[in-house]
């Protein structure tokens, strides 16, 4: 969905690139036509003219030229425009086909798709009572014009590739019934369920296909034609791969400036070809590439052996979307969990979109709060749970006795001396340290524990990674730091908390299933639980934000400490401070004083970062670029290591190193079979049959009922689907080491001599052994390590995403942040990343303005229990307007407050009570 920037875009969007496009050539358009329910209410036929076109960019009515909608403003956005488009199999079988079938059922499903999108449609309200409010009113009344087309555009002169697709060019127009004029329509909603509606078009069109006799496959995104070779996907993806390597090479990974790439590299027109030509061009590459010309392969792909008919039902697919979805977020938009329904049930005709949308709307498990048209859940599971953590917590106030009635002299300052303080006389079981980044967390920790130690308690110190426990905790003198699930799967160190003291640093990272084991574990051995972080920085990946749910929904006492030691420029603290304080304007504004922000030249966006990572660090100093998204961190890293090598700071050779990526799959995912591919790397996080912890295993063949495996000693075994919670499914990447460069671990592991190697763990690279092994020592404390060739789980470390960074201190930090990444930006991001240096932080960005508005949006996430809290409010706020104009108060609303018995007493009527 690509908004029109102007109506002189639209107007010409209109001649150049839908009616009458340099790249469509003779036969390859269809007419455009009118659609929507706004056609038959102007009084036009479906034919599209271009004056008719112009006259509704212009806001006038086609026939009688009045004005259309009530504002005129000559910055009103005119449309937009969304895109349909086929797969690539889709679209080799449509042009080599002799009849319309597959048209016939892409152009069904487009209408389908829109329509459901004109359903959406609302509006502002402008009259009456509420006119001053943002309250939105659906209308479900739309224009828009569609325009088929059969072919890509060209690239290096070569004939256009086949690729059916439709523009539908949505007019910013609607019908408001209720103040009878045609209104600008409120397009957000729409905007944001665009993969929602995608997944929904991808669906209709795959289903109509398999009951044409097509087999399909699910992709990444979509799906394929069972039968068409990748070879021919491949061979008519020249523009997709033109664009593509340019994205690369410019670090582009944002839907919008990708967008943006495609309108400024199309290629010139080409003349004098026509569609029967152009088969003709497309069969003979066909043909090329060795495939039979008998039949041309259509008989096979179409009616071939039917697929198995699955077992899948609705409640299937929604009981997957929910695990799937609430595995990381314990509130879900109602159009995500659906869209996520609509893809697990592609290739299965026999469950279709309306049968998944009424197992939504009737399941009962599925916590919903509807707020101005939008439906926001979450599950009786999460409340549940959330519910318990909160009640362990609240069961623990006021049981202990406190560690001093009076508390021993300290040397720490104001505020860490009142948090040690708090934690010293509590009676509460649990108590919250809540620290901002930078304010002397672990100095307040080591004085804290050696108090708590004198008063006869043990404290047993873990965090929630092994590179916050086994790596900065040990560092700083805490030698037995362990992580949260070693504990909560030791008995042995569960039986050493009895009556002691258990620290928990970096809370904030715990979700709420490990925080409310580490509740009942504490209450289970009496013991105190004390949690220290910071619920302005990253929460966890798993989801809850428990630290923050426990101070703000189970209100437990928290002491705070705000004094900001890490920052030794008076500048820079201020930025940090205000940014803590989640004034982000000021932030910013701070940062600009001190000349921290750099804009970035768009054809060399990272020559200046690189130039001043690499001074910084020859001056000695710790050096660290965070970028929100591995996109533009990789590019980041290419060009540092190239500096660095032409500065003879790492070798000259490189040797080839195979890395293991995580695909992070949800346990959801993993348990679906259509999500593995051949070559995709199986390692165990537990034991399973069959299989050890640790052990890894190559994906081989891939059916419905088996995904056969084999190790590295070709042993042979199937993947256990059932205990997907065991292990996690890697891809293999080839990637350059060179002699000094700097790396890091990205998982647990040991060496070739069982020396511990933790996630985050930073090594530089010595050189490689005579058996190819490689060399490695820790900068730290030189400890050297000997890493096989196929370890997998290591990256360069000279950049990383916020939340890896989190928990680190370097000398001056380097923040790449162009308007690519801004999808990525939110205020813990933006906060984390500033406040990594000591003596200074430097940002490159190419629009500061947006970057603002960006790092300004909250990035906590809404638990279940507030949801029911945003679903009483809202309840009561109807049924005050609901009573207020003297109407009926629905049983739901009456349930959410008293306010109709307070009414009728305020009126005198008599209550029911």
């Known amino acids: 969905m690509i908004q029109s920037q102007s ?69 009103r956005r005119v449309g937009y425009d969304i895109n349909f488009h086929c797969p690539k199999s889709v679209s080799a079988l449509h042009v080599l086909s002799k009849d319309t079938h597959i048209m ?93 509606y995608q997944a929904a078009f991808h669906k209709r069109l795959s289903d109509k296909l398999m009951g044409l006799g097509y087999r399909i496959r699910r992709t990444d995104m979509a799906f394929e034609v069972e039968g068409v070779p990748q070879a021919v996907i491949d061979l008519f993806s020249k523009r997709t791969g033109e664009i593509g390597q340019l994205a690369d090479k410019l670090g582009m990974t944002d839907a919008k400036e990708l967008d943006k790439l495609g309108s400024r590299t199309r290629s010139k027109k080409q003349k004098g070809l026509s569609m029967d030509e152009l088969k003709s061009a497309w069969r003979k590459q066909i043909y090329d590439l060795g495939m039979d010309k008998q039949g041309e392969g259509k008989a096979i792909i179409r009616y071939g052996e039917r697929q198995a008919n699955q077992s899948l039902k609705a409640a299937d697919c929604i009981a997957h979307a929910l695990k799937q979805r609430f595995e990381r977020a314990s509130v879900c938009d109602g159009r995500g969990i659906l869209e996520t329904a609509f893809r697990h049930a592609m290739g299965d005709v026999s469950v279709n979109l309306e049968a998944i949308t009424g197992a939504f709307e009737h399941d009962n498990h599925i916590i919903r709060v509807t707020d101005r048209g939008r439906e926001t859940c979450s599950t009786q599971t999460v409340l549940a749970e959330e519910q318990r953590m909160v009640k362990l917590a609240r069961d623990g106030r006021g049981v202990m006795l406190p560690l001093y009635h009076t508390t021993p002299d300290m040397t720490l300052d104001g505020g860490q001396s009142a948090a040690v303080k708090h934690l010293l006389t509590t009676t509460d079981q649990v108590s919250i340290i809540q620290g901002r980044a930078g304010t002397g967390k672990t100095t307040l920790m080591k004085e804290a524990v050696k108090l708590i130690e004198q008063a006869g308690s043990k404290v047993m110190v873990v965090a929630p ?60 051995q009496n013991a105190r639980l004390i949690l220290s972080g910071d619920t302005r920085q990253h929460g966890s990946v798993v989801r809850g934000d428990a630290l923050r ?23 820079y603290k201020q930025a940090v401070q205000a940014l803590a304080d989640s004034d982000m304007k000021t932030g910013i504004m701070r940062l600009q004083e001190m000349g921290a922000i750099k804009e970035i030249d768009p054809l060399q966006p990272v020559v ?120 996690d499914v890697f891809v293999k990447k080839t990637f350059g080491l060179s002699s000094g460069d700097s790396l890091r671990i990205t998982r647990n592991g040991a060496d070739i001599s069982g020396k511990r190697l933790n996630n985050g763990q930073k090594l530089e690279m010595t050189g490689i052994d005579e058996n190819g092994h490689i060399q490695a020592r820790n900068p730290d404390n030189g400890a050297i390590y000997t890493l096989p060739q196929d370890y997998g789980h290591i990256a360069h470390a000279y950049s990383m995403t916020s939340h890896a960074s989190q928990g680190k201190t370097v000398d001056e930090v380097f923040i790449y942040q162009p308007a690519a990444t801004f999808a990525a930006t939110n205020q813990k991001q933006f906060y984390v990343s500033v406040s990594r240096g000591r003596d200074a932080v430097h940002l490159y960005t190419d629009d500061t303005k947006e970057l603002l508005a960006a790092a300004s949006q909250m990035g906590d996430r809404l638990s279940a229990m507030e949801l029911l809290v945003k679903r009483k409010n809202n309840n009561q706020e109807r049924a005050e307007q609901l009573i207020r104009n003297n109407l009926p108060v629905p049983q739901e ?11 009728k007493a305020r009126t005198h009527e008599p209550s029911p009570v």
């Not at 009084?43 to 504002?71: M, S, V, W, Y």
């Not at 103040?179 to 369920?193: H, L, P, V």
């Not at 050096?623 to 929100?628: F, I, Q, R, T, W």
């Not at 079979?673 to 640790?694: D, E, H, L, S, T």
């Open 104 to 196: 016939d059922a892409f152009r069904e499903s487009v209408t389908e798709t829109m329509l459901d999108i004109e359903r959406q449609v609302q509006t502002r309200v402008r009259k009456g009572k509420q006119k001053n409010t943002t309250e939105n009113r659906s209308t479900g009344e739309l224009l828009w014009a569609e325009f088929v087309h059969q072919t890509a555009r060209p690239v290096d002169s070569i004939e256009p590739d086949p690729h059916l697709h439709c523009h539908c060019f949505t007019f910013n127009v609607t019908w408001d019934d209720v103040e009878q004029c045609y209104k600008a329509g409120e397009f957000g909603d729409i905007k944001r369920d665009m993969p929602f």
């Open 465 to 524: 990674t092994s590179d916050a426990s086994r790596g900065v905790l040990r560092a700083e003198g805490f030698t037995d730091a362990e992580t949260v699930a070693l504990l909560l799967s030791s008995p042995v160190l569960q039986g050493k908390l009895k009556n002691n003291v258990l620290w928990v640093d970096e809370a904030g990272l715990l979700g709420t299933g490990d925080m409310a084991a580490l509740l009942a574990l504490v209450k289970e």
């Open 7 to 75: 109506l002189h875009h639209a107007k010409s969007y209109f001649s150049q690139s839908l009616r009458q496009s340099d790249y469509y050539l003779n036969g390859q358009e269809l007419p455009g036509r009118f659609n929507g329910r706004i056609v038959a209410r102007l009084g036009l036929d479906d034919a599209i003219h271009r004056k008719t076109f112009h006259a509704l960019c212009e806001n006038k009515h086609p026939l009688t030229k009045q004005k259309l909608t009530q504002r005129n403003h000559p910055n």
């Open 608 to 727: 200046t970062l690189v130039e001043d990572y690499v001074a910084t660090i020859k001056r000695s100093k710790t050096a660290l670029v965070v970028s929100p998204t591995h996109k533009q961190g990789d590019e980041v890293t290419v060009a540092i290591r190239k500096r660095l090598r032409e500065l003879g700071r790492i070798g000259q050779q490189e040797v080839a190193v195979t890395r293991l990526v995580n695909l992070n799959f949800t346990e959801a995912q993993r348990e679906d079979w259509r999500n593995y591919k051949p070559m995709q790397v199986i390692q165990f996080n537990q034991n399973a049959i069959g299989f050890k912890r640790g052990s890894k295993w190559s994906v081989q063949e891939i059916t419905a009922s088996d995904i056969s495996l084999r190790d590295e000693c070709g042993n042979l075994a199937r993947l256990p689907l059932h205990q997907a919670d065991r292990f």
């Open 549 to 571: 749910i426990l101070h703000t929904v189970a209100g437990i006492k928290s002491a705070g400490v705000s004094k900001i030691y890490r920052q030794r420029n008076h500048h």
């Open 893 to 903: 609303h009456k349930a959410a407050s008293q306010i109709e018995l307070q009414h």
